[in-house]
């Protein structure tokens, strides 16, 4: 270990919370970065396949994001909510061109936590009942504050909170460990249907809203099946309980099909949907957007001193502009699925692997010490991350088992990109037996 790293943890040990975490056994640290690579305070450069945590859309020093940054950074950095910015209604005016028909207004805060709070304090004051019941999946994870951390379906996440609001908790699409016992080809979305007796026995009866991860991130890239959200959708209907989409990591492209995964990879207009994390290429902020029959109930008051700073907003604006102008959304498809079929060729090849699912550049590998049994190999995960890195690649981990490799690039890998991991990633499956 390098006296740079060395020095680094001690003062992360003295100053940090002890409920600050980092990856691996030796915690790492870094200092720059260019395009889809990163490089430690050592020098050692790493192909980042995690996106800090599905949030660099762009890579590192995109020249276009960082000179509107400099630029909007000399004219004018922070105002508040109390006032209106020309890169605040630029951002709005662009994102309602490009969402779902009829969802046009947006109120942006700093974090997928607050957006998501955002959304379901929405669903509470819209409500003809003013029910305060919310639904939510099973292994979901939704933010870290007071209310979102109540929405999470993970022991490890329901650490804080967990008495509000009132959630119940719908059986998730997880279809290579289905609660149910079935096959994808024959369940008849039974996971969707099920949220009717869920909302009979344990609500008021009709719950505010729903809120689903398209395609969920920590809860282990669980990947539903094709038709699940119009069957969800038709389930909540009776009950007039909303349709909640939580595209904090899943939006802006990353799935490969178009803006909004929801709407693009599934046929699905949500009521509201929220995201984060990639809209501003690393720059914090926070979105929720819905129709203007429903955000008009929400009359406030409500604030959010950073929410729409100007720097992220132009910086968002920025990021939209270069992913269309670069066709990046079809980029995702494309490098997404190269880098599947690679892993699922060496599936055949190495029994950890139980499966490779995902959309895009949404990636999760779920790892098994046996195929037959599918008992969940937590340790590998937590190998498979000191191996990557051995091979100067990083990814992430989560799942309900913590047994799920997370693969997240930014949006702009390439061909090499694409061999440089799977070079990795073959090497390193190879040391578990």
């Known amino acids: 270990m390098k006296m740079m790293e060395k020095n680094d943890a001690e003062r992360a040990k003295k100053h940090f919370f002890a409920a600050q975490q980092t990856y691996y056994d030796e915690p790492l640290t870094l200092v720059g970065g260019d395009g889809t690579h990163v490089r430690d305070s050592a020098g050692t450069e790493y192909l980042d396949a995690f996106a800090g945590i599905c ?12 000179q509107a940054v400099a630029q909007q950074a000399k004219e004018l950095i922070h105002v508040s909510t109390l006032y209106l910015t020309e890169p605040m209604l630029d951002l709005a005016e662009k994102i309602a061109d490009i969402a779902p028909d009829g969802l046009t207004k947006s109120f942006f805060s700093n974090s997928g936590s607050e957006a998501n709070e955002v959304a379901t304090l929405i669903a509470r004051t819209s409500s003809p009942t003013k029910s305060v019941d919310l639904l939510a999946l099973d292994h979901a994870y939704h933010g ?10 993970q022991s490890q996440w329901r650490n804080f909170a967990t008495q509000m609001p009132h959630v119940a908790f719908v059986p998730n699409p997880y279809c290579y460990r289905c609660p149910f016992g079935q096959k994808p080809e024959s369940c008849g979305i039974e996971c969707a249907k099920y949220a009717k007796h869920v909302i009979e026995s344990q609500t008021d009866g009709h719950p505010a809203a729903m809120i689903a991860e398209t395609v969920s991130g920590v809860g282990g890239i669980v990947t539903p099946p094709d038709d699940y959200f119009k069957v969800l959708k038709e389930t909540l209907a009776p009950y ?12 802006w492209g990353r799935l490969g099909d178009g803006w909004f995964g929801m709407v693009s990879s599934y046929g699905v207009v949500p009521d509201i949907i929220t995201s984060a994390k990639g809209l501003a290429s690393g720059f914090p902020i926070g979105i929720t957007i819905t129709r203007p029959e429903l955000a008009d109930t929400f009359k406030g008051p409500h604030i959010n001193t ?53 959309k895009g550049l949404m990636i999760g590998v779920e790892l098994v010490h046996d195929r ?11 190998k498979m991350l000191e191996e990557m890195r051995k091979h100067n690649v990083l990814i992430g981990k989560g799942g309900r088992y913590g047994n799920v490799l997370r693969i997240q690039p930014p949006f702009i890998f390439d061909d090499g990109d694409v061999r440089e991991f799977l070079e990795a990633f073959k090497g390193s499956i190879a040391t578990l037996r």
């Open 55 to 66: 949030t660099n859309t762009l890579g590192y020093g995109d020249t276009e994001v960082a």
């Open 144 to 153: 870290r504050t007071a209310y979102t951390v109540a929405l999470a379906g």
């Open 372 to 382: 037959k049994t599918k008992a969940v190999a937590p340790d590998y995960a937590t």
């Open 306 to 358: 950073f929410g729409g700073n100007p720097v992220a907003t132009r910086a968002a604006r920025v990021t939209i502009d270069v992913i269309e102008k670069r066709d990046l959304i079809a980029n995702c498809k494309q490098q997404g699925e190269k880098m599947m079929a690679g892993m699922r060729d060496l599936a055949t090849k190495y029994d950890a692997i139980g499966e490779v699912r995902g």
């Open 240 to 251: 007039g309980t909303l349709l909640i989409a939580d595209e904090v990591q899943a939006g």
